[in-house]
């Protein structure tokens, strides 16, 4: 009964939001305005996407809280570690849609704040990792912060280089979630959480509300903490190489784009647009078309594991079809 009253004080909520956004989005007057350049849009468009998503995470955790269903939520310390770095990395993200921050600030910041949760919080470490595939775990030793710090911080980036084109990033983390719900991962949790994506693609798609760079880094920010979360508490939990073939794509635009920007005497956080999506984009001149083809790109590995396929085999297979893709739209652009 709790978790109805909840489900539905969220849908109200995120209603009231997705039906009153003009006037909203004029009374936080921050909007992403096309330069012709990075940014291609025809008219202005409200940078509060981040927020919403972040009033929600608030929301649904203290609906969970105050209601005692402790059975529903994360244990512990992790609601906090959640709440807290969720906000540094929206905030980071945020100050960057506005001000437009050096990729040295940016990176920098955020390195900061996950070294501060880090302090504060120390059960976000991992002290080991499994893979599928090895009969021993690999273990950190002395370089658990180190690898902490790294993961976050390449999520952080892999995740917003993603978000390029509407409705791509956020139907992305609604499959994350779904992968959790499936799981048993606090589904209840991630239903509720899911709400606001609905209703912000909704919004997205019609080119009203952008994620921005603080929706970003605030989504990447519980999905990090979530996959970080089921390692420590679920039996059935998924192994190092299985989530990253999760990411497997957001990984793997981010290195190439590194790659190919430092050949080229650029900073590896420099924006472009040579993004998978905006390459695809460029052949098929369908944005629909588009995300529909970058999501199943996406979902493809998870699929293949659920034949139970090594996973060494599903990287090496998707790595193949991934650079031959970027192979044959460079050739035909």
Same mark, same amino acid.
């Given at each position: 009964?709790?978790?109805?009253?909840?489900?539905?004080?969220?849908?109200?909520? @995120?209603?009231?939001?997705?039906?009153?956004?003009?006037?909203?989005?004029?009374?936080?007057?921050?909007?992403?305005?096309?330069?012709?350049?990075?940014?291609?849009?025809?008219?202005?468009?409200?940078?509060?996407?981040?927020?919403?998503?972040?009033?929600?995470?608030?929301?649904?955790?203290? *609906?969970?809280?105050?209601?005692?269903?402790?059975?529903?939520?994360?244990?512990?310390?992790?609601?906090?570690?959640?709440?807290?770095?969720?906000?540094?990395?929206?905030?980071?993200?945020?100050?960057?849609?506005?001000?437009?921050?050096?990729?040295?600030?940016?990176?920098?910041?955020?390195?900061?704040?996950?070294?501060?949760?880090?302090? /504060?919080?120390?059960?976000?470490?991992?002290?080991?990792?499994?893979?599928?595939?090895?009969?021993?775990?690999?273990?950190?030793?002395? /370089?658990?912060?180190?690898?902490?710090?790294?993961?976050?911080?390449?999520?952080?980036?892999?995740?917003?280089?993603?978000? +390029?084109?509407?409705?791509?990033?956020?139907?992305?983390?609604?499959?994350?979630?779904?992968?959790?719900?499936?799981? +048993?991962?606090?589904?209840?949790?991630?239903?509720?959480?899911?709400?606001? *994506?609905?209703?912000?693609?909704?919004? @997205?798609?019609?080119?009203?509300?952008?994620? +921005? =760079?603080?929706?970003?880094?605030?989504?990447?920010?519980?999905?990090?903490?979530?996959?970080?979360?089921? #390692?420590?508490?679920?039996?059935?939990?998924?192994?190092?190489?299985?989530?990253?073939?999760?990411?497997?794509?957001?990984?793997?635009?981010?290195?190439?784009?590194?790659?190919?920007?430092?050949?080229?005497?650029?900073?590896?956080?420099? +924006? =472009?647009?040579?993004?998978?999506?905006?390459?695809?984009?460029?052949?098929?001149?369908?944005?629909?078309?588009?995300?529909?083809?970058?999501?199943?790109?996406?979902?493809?590995?998870?699929?293949?594991?659920?034949?139970?396929?090594?996973? #060494? /085999?599903?990287?090496?297979? @998707?790595?193949?079809?991934?650079?031959?893709?970027?192979?044959?739209?460079?050739?035909?652009?």
């Amino acid at each position: 009964m709790e978790f109805l009253l909840i489900s539905l004080s969220i849908i109200i909520f @995120n209603l009231l939001i997705f039906f009153k956004f003009e006037n909203i989005s004029k009374n936080f007057i921050f909007f992403d305005k096309p330069d012709n350049k990075l940014k291609k849009h025809k008219n202005p468009v409200s940078l509060i996407g981040g927020l919403i998503i972040l009033l929600n995470l608030y929301l649904v955790i203290f *609906f969970l809280k105050i209601l005692a269903l402790d059975n529903i939520i994360f244990e512990g310390n992790f609601s906090y570690i959640i709440l807290i770095l969720g906000t540094l990395f929206f905030i980071i993200g945020f100050i960057d849609d506005l001000k437009n921050l050096s990729p040295n600030i940016k990176l920098i910041s955020i390195i900061i704040s996950i070294f501060l949760i880090t302090v /504060f919080f120390p059960e976000i470490k991992l002290e080991h990792i499994k893979v599928t595939f090895l009969k021993y775990n690999y273990s950190f030793e002395g /370089f658990s912060l180190i690898f902490i710090i790294l993961s976050f911080a390449l999520l952080a980036n892999a995740i917003n280089m993603f978000d +390029g084109i509407n409705l791509q990033l956020i139907l992305f983390t609604l499959f994350i979630f779904l992968i959790f719900i499936l799981k +048993g991962f606090l589904p209840l949790f991630f239903i509720l959480i899911s709400i606001c *994506f609905i209703f912000l693609g909704l919004l @997205n798609y019609k080119n009203k509300v952008f994620i +921005g =760079d603080g929706g970003c880094y605030l989504i990447s920010a519980i999905i990090g903490c979530s996959f970080i979360y089921q #390692y420590k508490s679920f039996d059935n939990f998924l192994y190092g190489d299985q989530i990253f073939l999760i990411l497997l794509i957001p990984s793997l635009d981010m290195l190439r784009l590194f790659v190919v920007r430092i050949i080229k005497g650029k900073h590896p956080f420099k +924006g =472009d647009l040579k993004h998978i999506h905006h390459m695809v984009d460029g052949f098929v001149k369908n944005k629909n078309i588009t995300v529909l083809f970058t999501i199943g790109l996406c979902i493809f590995p998870s699929i293949l594991m659920l034949t139970g396929l090594e996973t #060494y /085999f599903i990287l090496f297979l @998707n790595l193949i079809i991934y650079l031959s893709l970027i192979l044959f739209l460079e050739y035909v652009k």
